[in-house]
């Protein structure tokens, strides 16, 4: 369903053909937010261009047909934006994971701490100078799409870099396996 609203968000920004779209969802929208192939782009907007959100808008390069969003669809993105965010179904891959971790000798938790922290250090090295610059304002005189969200991702980097070295911190208290002064939740019982 998000779909849909991404492609409106994009085709707000200025008429583009699927193959355009496609390529956004190869960039960092895909990487960050949202994947999408073109076996889902296309099908997608055709529904778009039926209900009357996107339409026409000329051709692009090679023939490629470019869409643009209606006023009917800018109004359907503006109320998904604006509307609160419904509890659904959760499935948030890493989350599992991190709240799985204790089924991990220690060791092998440290690993993947490492790596969550290790990975953090590579993100913030990414974003850290493209934030580093006065805010961007594009000729429509709005921010550039992505720019809020790279703070959110740089700042989620920096937290995850820190709950990792936290975590990594709360395995050292446990001390080494069959190592003296190592306690063991059962010998309290």
Request: hydrophobic share 40%.
């Amino acid at each position: 369903m998000a779909l849909r609203y991404a492609l409106l968000g994009l085709l707000s920004e200025g008429p583009a053909s699927g193959y355009d779209l496609a390529k956004a969802f190869e960039g960092e929208l895909g990487s960050h937010a949202w994947q999408a192939g073109y076996n889902r782009i296309y099908p997608e907007l055709a529904r778009l261009t039926e209900e009357g959100l996107i339409e026409p808008a000329g051709e692009g390069v090679r023939g490629r047909r470019a869409y643009g969003v209606t006023e009917a669809g800018r109004a359907e993105l503006r109320a998904w934006l604006l509307a609160p965010r419904k509890g659904g179904a959760v499935r948030n891959e890493p989350v599992l994971r991190l709240f799985l971790l204790s089924a991990l000798d220690p060791e092998d938790a440290r690993t993947v701490l490492r790596e969550i922290a290790a990975n953090s250090e590579r993100q913030l090295a990414e974003l850290g100078p493209a934030m580093a610059v006065d805010t961007p304002v594009s000729p429509g005189g709005r921010l550039p799409f992505g720019w809020l969200a790279a703070g959110y991702g740089l700042r989620q980097y920096r937290a995850a870099h820190d709950w990792a070295t936290w975590a990594l911190g709360e395995l050292d208290k446990l001390g080494e396996p069959d190592k003296p002064g190592r306690r063991h939740p059962e010998a309290d019982s």
